[in-house]
């Protein structure tokens, strides 16, 4: 009973604190300090009066220990004359223009967990079971507010026993728009191109044709079965299909590499727990907690423990995670029978999105049997729509602390803060895996991954995705931002638009979505090493310093330019780059000695000499020529292949002195790579000279640019600050010389970060 020397406060929450738990919360600490007053919803996030004698420890509380999917921005306070009410009550939300989130899709929590595996509990063994503090969340939405009319839910009527939870204030699943249990919510479905039917017939229909607890045992032992005798599963997740396989059968693996047409690029590992997770990787303590955290992102680490060899060709790191829906403990717990959630488990499975070769991710049933029969041995689904497609994150630790590399499941739609409040602005990315940025006053909202913008499928989904995420954003932009470069697909559709364009140079791009993340308003020095990206004078850059200011940037210098003979083949044939690289030392007669059996070597170094070959600044490229002379790789199948064998043969990285040479603001590596071809030197050993050479080279470049303009902070971007080894080796380089590195963290590094990064500067020259 509030006491008579009470005091009334009004509080105002903003954040991510709807559809969080957050008023039940709120509720059981007003109890807890004997308070009354009320707690709402409205446009703006939570609206709260506490009254009585213990509202300081309330407020205290409240900051200590919010609900695990509750993220709290801002909080205000203000003390107002005291009402006497009786009790404490939530109360209906008001409405009004959204300006509330939607939180990311969340792992399953533990409790849920508990009652997954409690024969006593209405939810045992049941594939869906969620609670308000977890469970999926933007995957389901259609729409704002988050109430489950909006989202894919809504085919599902409660039963008696979902319905009093979801009403009961004191109980964790009091407003879980996803609440279902097996009597009244989705079910799995084995699908295969014949019986596509089960669909059609509907989640009503589904129910009564045997009991759920059976139909769903059963579903969960053949997948199992089919996967230990070394078949392909299809399986509906959370964001899309998974394609899953044995990890530790070689002819499995290979034979989902031959079937899904994906040669070499690494596949992703999921193992049953942590305890799995260490005997896998190498893992430090961040590793681990950015493994279990509640987004559940894929963490590439090094390698322990060797699945079968397809898993990972070539490379010393893999990219481990955990099962994040109760259907992947579902199938552990099939696999490995009981008391299995604390120890190693030998089960271990290939996870790995389900898509033709580069399309968007498979969502639909029908679109499963239609896509998927000729790739997996067994399909199943389920009757619980996924309206908004995500991708397994990726993150890696890098210099201590964690950075994403795709920003998917977990993490859409959480913002990110910007230091400044701007214009609305809608941001597209350039081609390759693209995002979208939409800026939201001082949020910035990145899109899922969406891909290389190179077929219709992903063309669509990429339109797909603007329109969503300006529909639940409830945002209409007034500027649009694109990549320099005229003639790909994101540049045409800012054109078609019809709002005013910002074109922003690739990377300056990569530069400004660091200061972005980081929240730094005002001028900033920063290097991007990248891939490809298309120069102010339209030349192929990849390796520049610029300064970026007032939404301006300017080139302050870059990597002595290499041939680059053959343009984009250049980039999926290293030994173009090799060759280009001997031509840049004048030792054509070397090329016959360095590739020989490359049929059209002579030729490419000949083009290469001409003095109208067009050059390229990029140290992806780069990466690509140490490669090739070394012997590591000559063809790749997929992009930063080379680059990815090259690091991994690196163990202890030194430098060569003197290997290379900076004027006016211009680093040439040529003595570098003419260090490479000295006779006797194996791969690994000129992998590591080239690694520590190189991050000496750049730290000095890097350093004087910085010294010159008294500047104590660069970022450093774009797809090379992938490489752990460089990243990290030139963090600390810096840090020697007293210069501070701001890497990529929140938004990837490579150009999945660029549309953050274009949005920054369109909205600081709009300011
Ligand atoms: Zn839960
Ligand atoms: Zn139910
Ligand atoms: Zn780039």
């Known amino acids: 009973m509030p006491s008579s020397d009470a005091t009334r406060l009004r509080l105002r929450v903003t954040g991510a604190v709807q559809g969080v738990g957050f008023r039940p919360f709120v509720h059981s600490l007003a109890d807890r300090y004997a308070l009354a007053g009320f707690v709402r919803n409205d446009s703006q996030g939570v609206l709260m009066e506490v009254e009585g004698a213990r509202v300081e420890d309330f407020v205290a509380a409240l900051k200590r220990e919010p609900p695990p999917l509750a993220r709290i921005d801002s909080l205000e306070c203000e003390a107002i004359t005291p009402l006497r009410d009786a009790k404490f009550s939530i109360e209906p939300s008001r409405d009004g223009r959204t300006r509330t989130r939607i939180t990311p899709d969340a792992a399953v929590c533990d409790d849920c967990l508990e009652d997954l595996f409690d024969p006593k509990s209405r939810f045992y063994l049941y594939p869906f079971v969620n609670c308000t503090h977890c469970g999926p969340r933007y995957t389901l939405t259609r729409r704002l507010p988050y109430d489950r009319a909006q989202t894919s839910m809504a085919a599902f009527a409660m039963c008696e026993d979902c319905a009093r939870d979801y009403a009961d204030p004191t109980n964790r699943r009091f407003h879980a728009q996803p609440i279902a249990c097996p009597k009244c919510g989705p079910r799995l479905s084995r699908l295969s191109p014949e019986d596509a039917s089960l669909k059609a017939l509907g989640p009503d229909a589904a129910k009564d044709y045997e009991p759920s607890g059976a139909h769903h045992a059963a579903i969960i032992e053949e997948i199992v079965t089919t996967i230990r005798s070394g078949g392909i599963v299809a399986l509906k997740g959370i964001g899309g299909f998974h394609l899953l396989c044995d990890a530790r059968n070689e002819t499995a693996v290979a034979e989902l590499r031959r079937r899904k047409g994906r040669d070499a690029k690494p596949f992703a590992v999921m193992v049953a727990d942590a305890a799995s997770a260490r005997r896998a990787g190498v893992l430090d303590a961040e590793e681990l907690r950015l493994l279990q955290s509640i987004a559940r992102p894929i963490v590439v680490v090094e390698k322990r423990e060797d699945f079968a060899p397809s898993v990972a060709p070539g490379l010393s790191r893999i990219g481990l995670l955990l099962p994040y829906a109760p259907l992947h403990h579902l199938l552990f717990h099939a696999a490995a029978g009981a008391d299995w959630r604390m120890a190693p488990q030998d089960f271990a499975l290939v996870a790995t999105s389900a898509n033709p070769s580069g399309e968007p991710l498979i969502v639909d049933d029908e679109e499963a049997c239609a896509n998927l029969a000729s790739i997996a041995d067994l399909i199943i689904g389920h009757d619980r729509a996924i309206v908004a497609r995500a991708d397994d994150s990726v993150t890696s630790v890098i210099a201590g602390a964690p950075a994403i590399l795709r920003r998917a499941r977990g993490f859409t739609p959480e913002p990110i803060a910007l230091a400044d409040d701007g214009p609305d602005t809608l941001a597209l990315g350039a081609h390759l895996k693209t995002t979208i940025t939409v800026t939201r006053g001082r949020e910035a909202f990145i899109s899922t991954h969406i891909g290389s913008l190179d077929d219709r499928a992903t063309i669509d989904f990429y339109r797909e995705t603007i329109a969503r995420m300006l529909d639940i954003l409830d945002m209409t932009p007034q500027i649009v931002a694109c990549d320099l470069h005229p003639d790909l697909a994101s540049t045409r559709y800012a054109e078609e638009t019809g709002l005013p364009i910002m074109r922003v140079q690739h990377h300056a791009a990569h530069i400004a979505a ?103 600044t990029s140290l992806g490229r780069m990466f690509d020529a140490a490669a090739a002379l070394l012997g590591v790789r000559q063809l790749q199948q997929y992009e930063g292949q080379a680059a990815m064998e090259l690091e991994a043969l690196c163990e202890r990285p030194f430098a060569l002195a003197n290997g290379y040479k900076i004027e006016s603001g211009v680093l040439d590596l040529t003595k570098l790579f003419a260090a490479l071809l000295k006779p006797g030197l194996d791969a690994a050993r000129g992998s590591e000279l080239f690694h520590g050479t190189l991050i000496e080279a750049l730290a000095s470049w890097i350093f004087e640019a910085a010294r010159a303009r008294g500047e104590s902070r660069v970022a450093l971007g774009g797809g090379c600050m992938m490489n752990k080894i460089l990243a990290e080796g030139l963090v600390s380089r810096l840090r020697e010389q007293g210069i501070e590195a701001l890497l990529a963290r929140k938004a990837p590094t490579n150009d999945g970060g660029l549309s953050l990064g274009q949005a920054h500067i369109a909205r600081q020259r709009k300011a």
């Open 514 to 616: 660091i200061a972005a993340e980081h929240g730094i308003a005002g001028p900033i020095l920063g290097a991007a090493l990248d891939g490809y990206g298309y120069g102010d004078d339209g030349g192929a850059w990849g390796g520049e310093l610029m300064l970026v200011d007032a939404g301006h940037w300017r080139r302050l210098g870059h990597l002595a330019p290499l041939p680059l003979p053959g343009g984009d083949r250049a980039a999926r044939e290293p030994w173009r780059m090799g060759v280009a690289a001997l031509v840049a030392q004048d030792r054509c007669g070397d090329v016959f000695d360095r590739f020989p059996g490359v049929e059209l070597a002579g030729k490419v170094a000949m083009l290469a000499s001409a003095p109208n070959v067009a050059r390229t």
